[in-house]
């Protein structure tokens, strides 16, 4: 016969047991975005916000902006620059993101909508220009098309940003 205290034990080895299996579940399903493989023709639901994308992509200092612009300023290796490249790839991809998302000011109407949507386009294309002028390695070519990504920065802030 066992004691009481080793059925106890026993209970208690199994629970334990189970809230891991548990845990491990929770977090594989967190990981793998459930919905999106459950229903394969639904849209992916949106994660990141406008302010997500400005810190992360475009910030003048930490966004993959402000690497880039520190990169011209003090250019390394071959790698640099392709890193480089990738990070313009992902600003010019935010452009397309934005254009899913509304600004908290300026777009309210049909004729707002539409703007926010054009400073969007015009923001990728520009991320695409200096993903290409990139591919040169030169910094003073890169640094041209920087400036045209900048002026894409401001005139969508000029229309939409209310901070
Ligand atoms: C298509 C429009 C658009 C473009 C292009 C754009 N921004 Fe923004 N940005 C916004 C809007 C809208 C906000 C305000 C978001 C809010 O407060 O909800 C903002 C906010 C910001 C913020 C403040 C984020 C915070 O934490 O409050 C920074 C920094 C910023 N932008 C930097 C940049 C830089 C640098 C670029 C260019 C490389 C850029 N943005 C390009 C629309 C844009």
Request: net charge positive; proline share 4%.
């Amino acid at each position: 016969m066992r004691s009481m205290s080793t059925r106890l034990g026993l209970a208690f080895a199994g629970l334990a047991f189970l809230a891991l299996g548990a845990a491990v579940a929770v977090s594989i399903v967190t990981d793998s975005g459930p919905q999106a493989v459950a229903d394969g023709d639904a849209a992916p639901e949106p994660v990141a916000g406008v302010t997500n994308i400005m810190n992360a992509v475009n910030h003048e200092e930490h966004g993959f902006y402000g690497m880039i612009k520190a990169f011209c300023d003090n250019p390394t290796d071959k790698a640099g620059w392709k890193l480089a490249r990738h990070r313009a790839q992902m600003i010019a991809e935010s452009g397309n993101t934005l254009m899913g998302k509304s600004p908290p000011r300026g777009a309210d109407d049909a004729a707002g909508l539409k703007k926010w949507k054009q400073h969007c386009a015009d923001f990728r294309d520009a991320g695409k220009g200096l993903s290409k002028a990139l591919a040169f390695r030169k910094p003073d070519r890169a640094k041209k098309a920087l400036a045209a990504v900048t002026a894409q920065c401001e005139a969508c802030h000029n229309d939409h940003r209310s901070n």
